[in-house]
């Protein structure tokens, strides 16, 4: 089991550009989830999915969008990129609500 | 809404030294609580957890109880390792994906 990846491992970007983090899991998890990480704020979560064809809006959806088209994958687009989304980003997925979750390794991400 | 508090840190110790991190947390109803520990360049990763008041979470070491009364999920090891160099994160879910993080403490081992 690979667990939870995420790709690319670091990316810089210019104000107003868009690109897309990709995340997948092969644990067959319903659930799955976005946060993002910035110092002294802990995790905030972006948007999450309950399964295939099912998302939601979390604290700080604004600036990005995602889909579930298969239960393995959950990709996170940033639609036009502001320095406000420099941070590091984590995807995470669960067997049952509210139940622990499996990160992976992050997406570091520097808008500038 | 739902908070989680926990000191940012950093806690310095020494090999060996016993080790408290406090978490207090607000919610409604009954939530899940959970211990977390990040090392460095890596993703979080579950460490304890407890579902209900009274449970007591244990991993490696480590150990923390459910207090509803107090409403805290302290975490606490008998003698920390230079390996236990982390951050920890307190955490709680009231399910449906509604998952507060606290965060997060760092805590340093000196050998």
């Known amino acids: 089991n690979a667990g939870v990846t995420q790709t690319p491992k670091f990316q810089v970007l210019k104000t107003g550009q868009s690109m897309t983090l990709q995340c997948a899991q092969d644990?067959?998890?319903?659930?799955m989830s976005w946060y993002r990480q910035d110092p002294g704020m802990g995790l905030r979560l972006i948007h999450y999915?309950?399964?295939?064809?099912?998302?939601d809006q979390g604290e700080v959806p604004n600036g990005y969008n995602v889909s579930r088209s298969t239960t393995e994958d959950f990709p996170l687009r940033l639609l036009s990129a502001a320095p406000s989304q420099t941070s590091v980003y984590f995807c995470?997925?669960?067997?049952?609500?509210?139940?622990?979750?499996?990160f992976g390794p992050g997406t570091r991400l520097t808008v500038t | 809404g739902d908070s989680v508090t926990q000191m940012e840190g950093p806690v310095t110790l020494s090999e060996e030294a016993f080790l408290t991190i406090n978490c207090t947390y607000t919610?409604?109803?009954?939530?899940?609580l959970f211990w977390y520990v990040q090392y460095p360049g890596e993703g979080l990763q579950l460490l304890l957890k407890?579902?209900?008041?009274?449970d007591k979470g244990s991993n490696k070491g480590f150990e923390a109880t459910y207090r509803k009364e107090t409403t805290s999920f302290h975490l606490e090891k008998g003698s920390v390792q230079v390996s236990d160099s982390a951050v920890y994160f307190c955490?709680?879910?009231?399910?449906?994906?509604?998952?507060?993080f606290g965060i997060g403490t760092k805590l340093q081992v000196i050998p």
């Open positions: 919610a409604t109803g009954y939530p899940s």
């Open positions: 999915s309950v399964g295939a064809g099912i998302t």
């Open positions: 644990m067959n998890h319903e659930y």
């Open positions: 955490a709680l879910s009231r399910g449906y994906q509604k998952v507060t």
């Open positions: 407890a579902t209900k008041a009274d």
């Open positions: 995470a997925s669960s067997y049952r609500d509210g139940d622990e979750q499996y």
